[in-house]
């Protein structure tokens, strides 16, 4: 079937796989530059100001997500169906009502944090949040008309844009923070200030993302032009200026709500955490100590989910798009293919994350305290890429209540799981009722998909051939351990060496996810379709994976079966 306006189904595909390549690629260096702002926060001012860093950020996250979730998918989405109708004029008065909407958003959610800030450190439990709560407030100034300019090009399925803001916008984060902290830390500054001139580093980073948009926006100035000269395929007059809000409103809601969720959840732990702890006895700078330890593990599971939320900005106008044009078979297909890809990595990087914790925890946090907590946090990752892909799939086919709610139930299990568990086990209680809540969520997310789309499940191949895979790869991970046992003996190496736990972790990574890639291409776990998301792998490293037989026979996905 033609994709009218973009060519045959097979272009459409190899579209979106390009734009799924490009935010992947994104969103992994945009993330191992973010990850980088956490770990010298640790290093150089300790667990507590890090504690006080990650009890405000998912509260600055939860208020920026309420500015602004939901209006780049919306943006995406409307844009998405306006050109593939040949409509541009009016794909461009989304784009600037949205831009319109995002900025008066973002003053106000400024103005809550910045007037608020004495009040929100109250809820945490700690009047050292109060600078840093004021601090990255400013970037709810920036961020919103970013977000409205990343949608309007995702909805063209240009995702280059995003891509080279995401990273940019990163790396000057990470650098402000980083030239904040050595001169706080030389100051002598207390780590309520050091924190905040963590959070402040996302203020600068939003700027220079911003300015990236700003520079795409004004190069294509001349083609929009233009486009708005051609006749529309669909001649139906322009939308209203008021029911266009609201529509963009109305789609953009359900989205934010299953947004905040997330945020929601993190927060639950900032709210709660602290105060149940201080409950048990700790005093305020122990229990923020102690959520320092436990938010350790966060950025590395935040990593996986955020390659998938990436991913899934470039699923969700393409379902759009196909779903507009009437063709449910692709429309089925993609969903198949991204949340098998999906489970997949999930799976193997929850796996592998649990298995080489403890050397990991010592690499990049200097000692191994907290490690029991990261093995069980780890799980979070599969949960959390399941839940970020099907939700995307729901809003994709205009289900895009559907997730919003299951997210919503899953804080309110948060919630009860915290008050049951915290009280008995601490800081592992926390990780175990996030893992639970988002494993609720996903399957719920699933479940929904099943019934709107009514994809298919091979047990074999989608089920028995991944787990066999991450089988593989632990049990190489385990007989690694032997080994470094045996030569920490023959060297007389400390077992706590950050040196030496540096290496036994960068070893386990690389052979362990080795052994996976090659016993999931081996298995068929990991076959043709999976492949073409990555640049350049169809025409370079298929054939000789077909010339050494490791991968067993599969046609892609734009044939719409397997061998």
Request: glycine share 8%.
């Amino acid at each position: 079937m033609m994709e009218h306006g973009h060519g045959t189904a097979a272009e459409g595909n190899r579209r979106l796989i390009r734009g799924i390549a490009v935010l992947g690629a994104a969103a992994v260096i945009s993330k191992l530059i973010g990850t980088l702002q956490k770990i010298p926060l640790q290093n150089i001012a300790g667990d507590e100001a890090y504690g006080i860093y990650s009890a405000v950020y998912p509260f600055y996250i939860l208020i920026l997500f309420l500015a602004t979730a939901g209006f780049p998918t919306a943006v995406s989405k409307l844009v998405s169906e306006q050109a593939a109708h040949g409509n541009w004029q009016e794909a461009h008065r989304i784009y600037r009502l949205s831009s319109l909407i995002l900025t008066l958003t973002g003053v106000a959610g400024f103005l809550f944090m910045y007037l608020g800030a004495e009040l929100i450190a109250g809820w945490i439990g700690s009047s050292q949040a109060m600078p840093a709560v004021r601090s990255a407030s400013y970037a709810l100034l920036i961020v919103p008309i970013m977000a409205a300019s990343r949608g309007y090009h995702q909805g063209l399925q240009n995702m280059i844009p995003t891509a080279v803001s995401q990273v940019v916008e990163q790396a000057v984060r990470v650098t402000v923070m980083i030239v904040l902290l050595i001169i706080l830390t030389e100051a002598h500054a207390p780590s309520g200030t050091i924190a905040a001139g963590a959070t402040f580093g996302s203020a600068a980073g939003a700027a220079a993302g911003l300015i990236v948009m700003l520079l795409y926006d004004l190069r294509d100035r001349s083609v929009r032009r233009r486009q708005s000269e051609r006749p529309a395929i669909n001649t139906n007059t322009s939308t209203p200026r008021a029911l266009l809000m609201r529509r963009i409103v109305r789609y953009a809601l359900p989205v934010a709500l299953g947004s905040i969720a997330v945020p929601i959840i993190s927060m639950i732990d900032s709210f709660t955490l602290p105060p149940l702890l201080v409950r048990q006895g700790m005093d305020e700078s122990e229990a923020l100590h102690q959520f320092g330890v436990y938010a350790r593990g966060l950025p590395l599971v935040q990593l996986v989910a955020m390659l998938f939320s990436s991913m899934s900005a470039a699923l969700v106008p393409s379902l759009s798009n196909a779903r507009a044009q009437g063709d449910h078979a692709v429309v089925r297909r993609r969903a198949e293919l991204s949340i098998r890809l999906t489970w997949l990595i999930g799976l193997a990087a929850s796996a592998g994350l649990a298995a080489v914790s403890l050397p990991v925890n010592i690499m990049l946090f200097t000692d191994r305290s907290g490690t029991w907590t990261m093995v069980i946090v780890a799980w979070t990752a599969m949960f959390s890429s399941l839940n970020v892909m099907t939700a995307a799939i729901l809003q994709g086919i205009n289900q895009e209540k559907l997730p919003a709610i299951h997210l919503l139930l899953a804080a309110v299990l948060k919630v009860l799981l915290n008050l049951l568990l915290i009280p008995q086990f601490g800081i592992a209680g926390a990780a175990w009722s996030g893992v639970l809540s988002y494993a609720a969520s996903c399957l719920l997310n699933l479940r929904a998909v099943m019934r709107h789309i009514r994809i298919t499940w091979r047990w074999r191949e989608d089920i028995t051939r991944p787990i066999l895979s991450v089988g593989a790869m632990l049990a190489v991970i385990a007989a690694l351990y032997g080994l470094f046992a045996l030569l920490t003996q023959v060297t007389g190496a400390s077992v706590d060496d950050r040196l030496w736990n540096t290496g036994q972790a960068l070893v386990m990574i690389a052979v362990g996810a080795a052994v996976f890639g090659l016993a999931a291409l081996k298995s068929g776990a990991l076959g043709e379709a999976e492949l073409q998301l990555v640049p350049g792998v169809y025409r370079r490293l298929l054939p000789l994976l077909r010339r050494w037989r490791i991968l067993p026979g599969r046609q892609a996905e734009g044939n719409g079966q397997r061998e």
